[in-house]
């Protein structure tokens, strides 16, 4: 296994876009198909672990976001009953 | 009126009598001063008309909008003016106007005189240059406004304010703007309403004539307002003139609530504002959520996920062919053994039943041999004696025994010859031909001499 | 996540236009389309937080008015519901 | 036998690959057929201990992928189930 | 005897294919026809010790194969059973 | 007796070729028919003695070759039928 | 006697040979009548002796001759019913 001096940073730790640089990195050499079997092994290891961490990220972004904008729409449709009952 | 002379005695047309006096006042022009009555001035009108009138007289007067609006004066009744222009008449209706040209305020001369010098003295101070002129805040939080506290222009600045931004803070300094005590007093003003946080200052009053305008042509006032740590925004309704405060503000408006207006954005332009601003951060934040998604999708939809076998199909059929051929390797190499090995046992086998048989073949040959020898082994010299023993046979003295001779041999064995050889008393053995007699010689009788005849033969 | 050592102020210390400005550079930061996933997400919370409270101060907005020298006269015209007086 | 100075590594020692090539030179030398019958059984014996090592890594690593694959598809059901959840 | 100065190894010294060379000789000499009867009987019996020998260590060879592949056909078939119970 | 001098070596101590030279030998004055009878008979004899000699070794070789071949083939045979029981 | 200064060797002394050649001498003698009668007749007597004694001899040998010859059959049949109980 050639990158064990290179411990693997907690994906926690990880930005979405250095977990997703390091994911496009570990297909690449996935792909590439030159590396030995324990070390494709566990480049797939993290790549699923960090695949899903993405998706659990993003996921819980839309989510928020969601949630964020569902309030702003409230406060504008409070806001039209306001103006409506205001000009009423 | 070429004619004019010789047709003297006749009477004139009424058209004619007026073009005659028409003709002899337009060549009359004066300059007059007098107090204005009547003023009517409406717009599509060609000019502007009014009355001056003094004392003792009065006279209609017209002039024409271009002319009006040049000279830059507007017309009030009591007003004093001084005009210059001609009499004229309209002939249809036999009235008599006086056509102005040019058109002042009469006893204002002065005054505008001062102004004009300071404005010029002020604008070489540098003043009025435009780069001294600072941005309004875009949303004021507290407004300071200077102003009458009676009157129209407050209420239009306050319900224009409420309207467009009811979220600022006023400060009013409800001042006197006419008098001698106006600047002094805008100045107290201006000075409260920065002390109470104003961020802008609205220096307004409604129109007034030149001279209910004169406290903002103030000088100490210009000063104040140049050296206001905050914009002052002018809104004094007085156009066409324009005071020396609304040179020396950073912003002028034409009246009070113009003045308000540029003071404050409007709350519905905020709304739309936040509104736009809302929309584009979800826009942007989507775009992104977006992005994000489609190369998280693109991640997942590269072979090594959408189907993990290639990650080992290489290794896995290199793993087959190499099993199949350690498979195929060794059992073919024992085989191969195997069959040299039999190869040989065969060999082994054929010779070993011939091992010995050359041995064999010889040692029988030799036997046959021996065999054939030792039958014939003896007969050769069997032969040689048969052959010597009947040669022998033949030649037995002992023959001549048997025809009844006799051989006597002395004691010595020796053949019994003469007499001599057997002396009287010894002991002869006599051969007969069937044996040998033992005979003791008594006596020995000597014979004559007799020929031997086979001695000579 | 870049700029957390600069820890937002509360929303209701900010000047109307100190929340504006933010929220207009909140808005340019995401346009540059530079940032990090969970930056974007805090900025758009934040700025979600800004134009609600800007909404809100602006519905809330009542006009106030400190009468700080003379006495203003009332104006029969006006309706007084947005205005508040304030003697000094 | 030739080559009894050069000890053999224990497999668990060797990498996917390293014993993928040692398998690949014993049959070659196998093939050759130049081997004595003590050596080629120890060399076939070597090899099948390292086929049947390498047979075993493989399953290993394609169970370990496989349960992985699961995660991944397990996540991706229950996202479709929230989000026909969600529509509904 | 004419080879008496040449004393035989034994013959579990000699590797399979010494041993298998041996034979040759041996087996040609006997053919070539030339030898002494005590000569050839002597090699007649190396011979047949030679290929017993060589047939017992053949004989091991293919039982230990057997073993060897016996195992690796074990492997072969749980991991069908396996993929068998997996798909199942 | 002419060889007398040389003095006739024990068979024993005769290899099968040099015992059967000396036959022949014996066997060609035999026949020459020049011998004295004494010589002759010495030389029968002794012919006969080698004659027998060489027959006993003959016969003791192809005694030991049968016992020989016979294993040969047992193990032949015993092989056989491993092979077949194998194969069964 | 002539030849009395040359004692007779003793028959035994003689090989057959010499003792043929001294009884054909005396036949000779005998024939060429020559002879007195003594010496013809101890001729005689000395060949009559050489006769019986080379008789003796020749018998002798038949014998012994037969006696081998018995012993080489003897072999000769003995392997035959070797080979006959061996083929059989």
């Known amino acids: ?88 | 009126m070429e004619g004019a002379p010789e047709e003297a005695k006749r009477p004139l047309t009424v058209s004619q009598a007026m073009a005659l006096a028409k003709g002899a006042l337009e060549n009359c022009v004066v300059t007059l001063v007098g107090e204005v009555s009547e003023v009517s001035v409406k717009p599509g009108y060609k000019a502007a008309y009014f009355t001056v009138k003094d004392t003792g007289a009065s006279m209609p007067c017209m002039m024409w909008t271009n002319r009006y609006r040049a000279s830059g004066v507007q017309l009030r009744v009591g007003m004093l003016v001084q005009m210059t222009g001609r009499f004229t008449l309209y002939a249809p209706k036999g009235r008599m106007n006086f056509d102005v040209f040019s058109l002042s305020m009469a006893g204002e001369g002065d005054l505008r005189k001062q102004v004009a010098d300071l404005a010029e003295k002020l604008r070489k101070q540098g003043l009025m240059a435009p780069e001294r002129k600072r941005a309004l805040p875009a949303v004021p939080h507290t407004i300071g406004l200077v102003t009458s506290p009676r009157g129209a222009a407050v209420h239009d600045v306050l319900r224009t304010l409420r309207r467009r931004w009811p979220a600022a803070r006023v400060v009013l300094a409800g001042v006197p703007v006419e008098g001698k005590v106006a600047p002094g007093a805008l100045m107290t003003g201006m000075k409260a309403v920065v002390d109470a946080g104003a961020e802008v200052v609205l220096l307004v009053r409604g129109g007034g004539s030149f001279e209910d305008l004169m406290p903002f042509n103030d000088e100490r006032l210009a000063i104040t307002i140049s050296r206001c740590p905050v914009p002052v925004v002018t809104g004094i309704g007085h156009e066409p003139d324009t005071s020396i405060a609304d040179m020396v503000a950073d912003v002028r408006a034409s009246t009070p609530t113009a003045a308000a207006e540029a003071a404050v954005p409007s709350a519905a332009d905020v709304r739309a504002q936040l509104a736009a601003a809302s929309d584009r951060m979800a826009a942007l934040v989507r775009a992104q959520l977006r992005t994000h998604e489609r190369e998280v999708d693109a991640v997942v939809g590269r072979p090594v996920f959408k189907d993990p076998a290639i990650l080992f199909a290489t290794d896995a059929q290199t793993l087959d062919i190499l099993g199949d051929r350690l498979h195929r390797a060794i059992p073919a190499s024992v085989e191969r053994d195997r069959a040299v090995l039999a190869s040989y046992g065969t060999r082994l086998a054929t010779r070993g039943r011939t091992l010995t048989r050359a041995f064999c073949m010889k040692t029988d040959e030799e036997g046959r041999v021996l065999l054939s020898r030792g039958a014939a082994l003896v007969e050769g010299y069997d032969a040689q004696w048969k052959l010597a023993a009947s040669r022998l046979n033949d030649l037995s003295p002992l023959a001549v025994i048997g025809r009844g001779y006799a051989l006597a041999r002395n004691d010595e064995g020796r053949i019994v010859s003469s007499i001599a050889d057997a002396p009287v008393g010894s002991r002869i053995a006599v051969r007969v031909a069937d044996g040998t007699l033992s005979a003791d010689v008594v006596a020995a009788t000597h014979d004559e001499q007799t020929e031997i005849p086979w001695k000579e033969a």
Request: no cysteine.
């Open chain 1, 1 to 88: 296994m050639e990158d064990t001096q290179k411990e693997a940073t907690p994906i926690e730790e990880l930005t979405f876009r250095q977990a997703m640089a390091e994911l496009d990195g570990i297909v690449a050499k996935l792909e590439s198909n030159t590396m030995e079997l324990e070390d494709s092994l566990a480049a797939y290891e993290r790549g699923v672990a960090l695949l899903r961490a993405l998706r659990g990220r993003l996921d819980d972004a839309q989510q928020k976001v969601d949630v964020l904008m569902g309030e702003l729409e409230q406060d504008a449709s409070d806001e039209e009953i306001d103006t409506t009952l205001h000009k009423a």
